[in-house]
Structure formats: structure tokens, C-alpha cells
């Protein structure tokens, strides 16, 4: 662990408050299916902090995706502690504080790409005029200006995912949640969509957990990473990655990257 230095601030140097705005400790979840436990994740310990870029990764069904849906409130957990601190003035409610990113970018076929965007203002009830403005200025930022009076099937898998990622962030959450964003697209698009979504990340200010199952993504994107052992689930990991800033794919070339990836294929014993 030594070997490894810890970062002081995030790719874009914004400094990590004392205090972590997600708390994890010993957190575990088990199923029961014809009286049978099976253990989907055993304690796992990490603290995140405001303006994180948390990689997920691990093999399948280790447990990734569970603990994003512990954390969406979706799920309830059987043992350890999850605490989440919104600000001083009120409590964390999932509803109104998680944005949630899957695989497919799940947009509705008959709403166009601006309609698409504003789909959480009609749900939690926002006022539509405000929920227009902010709507055009996220299809600017994750770079579909003009593209909102399309339709779904006229724009690319990378570009639907980037209004799926604008819709996430739409009623202003202070978690973004992102279960293999990018894992549906080719390998070009993907690294394509890896350099955006830092961008994103940096405007956005937000807090954001990534699942992955490739390794180097999640070195590329992660101010810090968990890694999840399968058989049963267990939390082997979490540091921080050290790595320049501003990142470009060019960092996959360092011998810095490198170690990081060798780090988590010893931990999950595929070295």
C-alpha cells in the first residue's frame, strides 16, 4: 500500500472535504432463495468524498452492482453501516439525490432527445420551463448542443449515452451512479466516451460511482477505486490513483498506469 501515493486532490484539483460524503463500514448483503443464504457482498469498508470518481470493478456478480442499488436506496443492506451526508440543512433522500446511468442508455422512443433529458422534472413534479433551460445547457455541456429535437434513433450509442448521462444530472443530484456505462459500446467509442466522461465529471462538480469490468477504465477514470473478489463477494480493495492531471489516454502508457492495472490483477489473482 505504501508503494502508492495518495492524492491530495482530484484530476482537477478540486481539495476532498474531512468529512466523507458516503461512509461505508463492514457493509453486507445476503439473499435467501429456498432457505439458502447466498452472501452478495461481505464487508466492504470505504469512505467517499464529495467530488469523487469511485471505480467499481470486479468480476461478475461479485457484488458491484448491488452495492450501486444499496446506495440508490433500492436496496436494503443486512449488516455494517452506510451513512450518506447531503449538507448541513437536510438529509440525503435517493429520490431527489442519485442521478442512475445503466448499460443501455434506456431512452424513451417516442420523446425526442430534449423531452428525453427532461424525464426527471415530469417524475419529481420540477417546473418544466426551468427544467428546459437546464436540459439545453446539459445537452451543451456532455456535447449535443443542437441535437435536442431528435429522436433517439437518429443519434449514435455514444451520443444516446450522453443524453442518458445529461438526463442523470438533470434535478441536480449531488450522486451520480453509472452501473457499465460504456460497456454495450465498441472499444473506439468507449475510450472516446472515457475522455468525456472526466470532462463531465469536472463541470458537473457531482460525486460519481462507476461499475466497470475493465480494469483500465477503471484506473482511467477513478480518483479512487474499490476492487470486489467473487466466491463468495468479498471487498479485497480500495485506494486512491495518483495519476496526472488533466488525464489524457496517453496516461495509459506510464508505468504508473501500469502498475495501478498489475495492482488489481493481483487482487483478483489473474496475474
Given amino acids: 500500500m505504501s508503494?502508492?501515493?495518495?492524492?491530495?486532490?482530484?484530476?482537477?484539483?478540486?481539495k476532498n472535504s474531512d468529512r466523507p460524503f458516503i461512509r461505508i463500514d463492514g457493509l453486507r448483503k445476503s439473499y435467501r432463495n429456498k432457505g439458502q443464504e447466498s452472501v452478495a457482498l461481505s464487508n466492504v469498508t470505504l469512505?467517499?468524498?464529495?467530488g469523487d470518481m469511485v471505480s467499481l470493478v470486479g468480476?461478475?456478480?461479485?457484488?458491484?452492482?448491488?452495492?450501486?442499488?444499496i446506495l440508490s436506496g433500492l436496496y436494503e443492506h443486512d449488516g455494517g453501516t452506510l451513512e450518506i451526508h447531503a449538507d448541513a440543512q437536510r438529509n440525503f433522500n435517493p429520490g431527489k439525490d442519485v442521478g442512475m446511468v445503466f448499460q443501455q442508455p434506456l431512452l424513451l422512443k417516442w420523446r425526442n432527445i430534449l423531452e428525453n433529458v427532461m424525464l426527471p422534472a415530469d417524475i419529481l413534479g420540477?417546473?418544466?420551463?426551468?427544467?428546459?433551460?437546464?436540459?439545453?445547457?446539459?445537452?451543451?455541456m456532455v456535447g449535443l448542443g443542437g441535437q435536442g429535437k431528435k429522436m433517439p434513433y437518429e443519434l449514435s450509442g455514444g451520443m444516446q449515452q450522453r443524453a442518458a448521462i445529461a438526463r442523470a444530472l438533470l434535478h441536480d443530484p449531488s450522486l451520480v451512479l453509472m452501473d457499465e456505462p460504456f460497456g454495450a459500446l465498441d472499444a473506439l467509442t468507449r475510450e472516446k466516451m472515457n475522455l468525456e466522461m472526466l470532462r463531465i465529471w469536472e463541470q458537473s462538480h457531482k460525486t460519481f460511482v462507476v461499475v466497470t469490468h475493465s480494469i483500465q477504465e477503471a484506473v482511467f477514470l477513478g480518483t479512487h477505486c474499490a476492487v470486489l473478489t467473487a466466491g463468495?463477494?468479498?471487498?479485497?480493495?480500495?485506494?486512491?490513483?495518483?495519476?496526472?492531471?488533466?488525464?489524457?489516454?496517453?496516461?495509459?502508457?506510464?508505468?504508473?498506469?501500469?502498475?495501478?492495472?498489475?495492482?488489481?490483477?493481483?487482487?483478483?489473482?489473474?496475474a
Avoid: N, W
Fill in 47 to 50: 469512505d467517499i468524498h464529495a
Fill in 126 to 140: 420540477l417546473p418544466r420551463s426551468a427544467a428546459r433551460v437546464r436540459a439545453l445547457e446539459l445537452l451543451d
Fill in 59 to 69: 468480476p461478475s456478480g461479485c457484488g458491484k452492482s448491488t452495492l450501486l442499488k
Fill in 232 to 270: 463468495p463477494a468479498r471487498m479485497a480493495d480500495f485506494f486512491p490513483i495518483a495519476l496526472p492531471a488533466p488525464r489524457t489516454l496517453h496516461v495509459k502508457a506510464t508505468a504508473e498506469f501500469t502498475a495501478y492495472v498489475s495492482r488489481i490483477y493481483d487482487l483478483l489473482g489473474v
Fill in 3 to 14: 508503494d502508492y501515493p495518495k492524492p491530495t486532490s482530484g484530476p482537477a484539483g478540486r
